[in-house]
């Protein structure tokens, strides 16, 4: 096999993070090899976070034991500092060197290879692995390596394939940096969402109704406060709300172009009269339904068009993750209908609408990634290029940092995408704008001009939280539980002393409700140290304790579930103000330490 030029990074290289992490991929599947030889691999990518590898292991399931067996072996070749090296083949010389190593899904791999692409292999030690790299130049550079975890998986995610066992790890270039980011995963392991769901009593599920949640009675009332949020600020920037049909007959999704390129992820009902009927994935096409039902002139866009209702998808099971990957969804769904002419100022009010909501949330800041063309896409090259040229003249107009993504744009325009970081650095994306030329003339759409003629219309696709349920998943997470008070299930939690306390707790609880304000009063005759612990864990904005002193002033002893100690203040200045907290939306606490 003739040995390439070499294709390896160095630390100077912006990519050396994820080439280490590429090549520590391979530093487990050697490791795995060793220790389990009858192993045959399929794909182990770089991702942001680390690599992972999907081995088949015969029917064997990997144990925490066999993780530190893994990670040991791993120890050992990067002491044995192995020289990487490059080699390329042609396709028949490929497959047979797989398959006499008894690798036979890499067959598969090969075959996909397309034609103008070299079939490379990296080699190191005894260990020979189908790669496009890139690498490091040897296994000594990967020092700082860590396995994570492990879970099962299925060859190209199905079910009918071969049950895979999926090792996660992650590398980088210093122990400070790895230290860092194992700090990190442990206090995400802290901030689960699915952990904190019970934990509050936010939300569950069941296998009876799988990867759809069930909304307990204070997750609902999180829920419905960032959608009564949202529509509030509809009325603001002139949103019309809309309902528009659960299920569609099949011909809406071959205009819209659906069942091309999204099928295997909706779900098929039939009628009485074998029409196949689908419940929706997405909004858009009923929103150009919706346009259609009367010519619009001119004059009446842009026309702004939202909706909450329940989308669904069919997500392999083995995607489903808690809040963060459901098969029915809720979206703060928005198209707007306009004018070529309109585009950029609908663009600029939508990022100034993006930024009251995420301020509201304590997401200080955000990046901006603009995804362009996918492979599997609708529309012309013409109308693709218009679109993307538009979208990034945008951005540089408003001297807004971004970043291109090749290929993840939806299937009819690109779109930019917001990224967020959490409390504790992770990224994620949770807004989008898209701009879209395809399906208004799928649709055949228009609108009467000013000339009396007809036009086609453009189409923006957008939203700010996306999904509501991904949304709460994230959120959670980020501010692990502790509510801003206008969020809070519970914004207010009575705990009277004793007995001769609670008339007055029961006259503060209605002060209280009478203006709108989540309050519990917890009268039970017990410790007041159990109550206020339970406040405590239920992440009560505000506990309030009353005794003698506080009966006798009309004021409360306020706490909060973090133990910050505000002080004493008067039930009507302590009412004024979380009103004028809630009002405000703040992110933080308006009391201070009386």
Excluded at 15 to 33: K, P
Excluded at 52 to 76: H, V
Excluded at 124 to 136: K, N
């Amino acid at each position: 096999m003739p040995e390439l030029m070499e294709k390896f990074r160095s630390p100077q290289d912006k990519d050396y993070r994820f080439a280490i992490r590429h090549s520590a991929s391979h530093l487990m599947a050697q490791a795995v090899l060793r220790l389990f030889p009858n192993s045959k691999l399929t794909v182990g990518p770089a991702t942001d976070e680390g690599f992972f590898y999907d081995i088949d292991m015969s029917g064997k399931t990997i144990t925490p034991e066999d993780l530190s067996k893994i990670e040991e072996m791993m120890k050992k070749i990067v002491k044995e500092n192995f020289p990487v090296k490059c080699l390329e083949m042609d396709r028949a010389a490929a497959k047979d060197f797989v398959k006499k190593q008894g690798q036979t899904y890499k067959l598969e791999l090969i075959d996909s290879i397309p034609a103008n692409e070299a079939v490379t292999f990296y080699s190191q030690g005894e260990f020979t692995d189908l790669c496009e790299g890139p690498h490091v130049k040897s296994t000594g550079e990967l020092k700082h390596v860590k396995l994570l975890s492990f879970s099962g998986a299925y060859w190209k995610g199905d079910q009918a394939n071969a049950q895979l066992q999926r090792i996660y790890g992650t590398a980088f270039e210093t122990k400070e940096l790895l230290d860092a980011h194992l700090k990190m995963l442990d206090e995400a392991k802290k901030r689960d969402h699915r952990e904190l769901g019970k934990k509050l009593d936010l939300f569950s599920f069941h296998e009876w109704s799988p990867g759809i949640p069930f909304f307990h009675a204070n997750g609902t009332e999180v829920f419905n406060q960032m959608a009564d949020y949202i529509r509030e600020l509809y009325r603001t920037y002139d949103y019309h709300e809309v309902q528009t049909p659960l299920m569609f007959d099949e011909r809406l999704y071959e205009t819209s172009g659906h069942i091309e390129t999204f099928k295997e992820n909706m779900f098929v009902l039939k009628d009485d009269d074998e029409r196949s009927l689908y419940l929706k994935p997405m909004n858009c096409p009923g929103h150009c339904l919706f346009y259609q039902h009367r010519l619009w002139s001119y004059k009446e866009l842009p026309m702004r068009i939202a909706e909450f209702s329940k989308l669904h998808r069919n997500e392999r099971s083995g995607a489903l993750h808690g809040m963060m990957r459901v098969r029915a969804m809720s979206q703060d769904d928005a198209h707007i209908f306009c004018r070529e002419d309109q585009v950029e100022a609908e663009t600029e009010k939508f990022l100034d609408f993006l930024a009251q909501v995420y301020k509201a949330f304590g997401f200080k800041s955000y990046e901006v990634k603009l995804a362009l063309r996918p492979e599997k896409r609708l529309g012309s090259d013409e109308i693709w290029d218009k679109a993307e040229q538009i979208l990034e003249k945008f951005l540089k107009k408003r001297d807004m940092p971004y970043e291109l993504v090749s290929g993840e744009g939806a299937i009819y325009g690109p779109k930019y995408e917001f990224h967020v970081r959490d409390a504790i650095g992770r990224s994620w994306q949770l807004a989008t704008l898209q701009l879209d030329y395809v399906m208004p003339e799928r649709f055949g759409l228009e609108y009467v001009g000013e000339d009396s003629k007809r036009h086609r219309p453009v189409m923006l696709h957008r939203a700010i939280f996306g999904s509501l349920e991904r949304f709460f998943g994230v959120y959670l997470e980020h501010c692990e539980g502790y509510y801003p008070t206008w969020l809070a299930p519970t914004q207010v939690y009575l705990v009277p002393i004793r007995e001769n306390h609670a008339a007055f707790a029961a006259e503060v609880t209605a002060q209280l409700k009478a203006k709108g304000i989540r309050v519990i009063n917890d009268s039970e005759n017990s410790n007041m140290g159990g109550r206020v612990r339970k406040a405590t864990n239920l992440r009560v904005p505000y506990i309030a304790v009353i005794g003698d002193r506080e009966m006798e002033s009309k004021s409360l002893a306020i706490k909060t579930s973090k133990n910050l100690d505000l002080g004493t203040h008067q039930v009507s200045d302590f009412i004024s103000k979380i009103i004028c907290e809630i009002e405000a939306r703040s992110p933080e606490s308006m009391l201070r330490p009386s």
